[in-house]
């Protein structure tokens, strides 16, 4: 079954995007931080910490989490959640790579 609703939007090619750092992308009115991580995966999160603002494009990459670059507020790339002790979460995108682009989609 497919989901009409779903939009696919180009944001970048697959090697403009350095690996295990983030980038900021915005589309419509979000503002995303995109990562290519070590695997080879890209993952899309709303850019913003939900503890004090941290630009999340900007923190340091780990695995599959990146810290917020104002507190070290570790936040899943995967799920969005905030790891403990602390707690909260982000909005995350799926992302899609076809060839050499890396596509969103938004609901």
Not at 16 to 34: C, D, I, Q, W, Y
Request: aromatic content about 6%; glycine content about 10%.
């Amino acid at each position: 079954m497919v989901n009409k609703n779903i939009s696919k939007v180009l944001i970048s090619s697959l090697q403009e995007l350095p690996e295990r750092l983030g980038k900021t992308f915005h589309v419509g009115n979000m503002e995303l931080a995109v990562f290519k991580l070590s695997n080879g995966t890209v993952r899309a999160i709303e850019n913003r910490c939900p503890h004090k603002g941290g630009v999340l494009s900007e923190g340091i990459v780990s695995g599959d989490s990146v810290f917020c670059p104002m507190h070290d507020w570790k936040i899943c790339l995967e799920d969005g959640l905030v790891q403990a002790p602390d707690k909260g979460c982000v909005k995350t995108y799926s992302t899609v790579i076809e060839g050499e682009d890396v596509f969103l989609l938004i609901e």
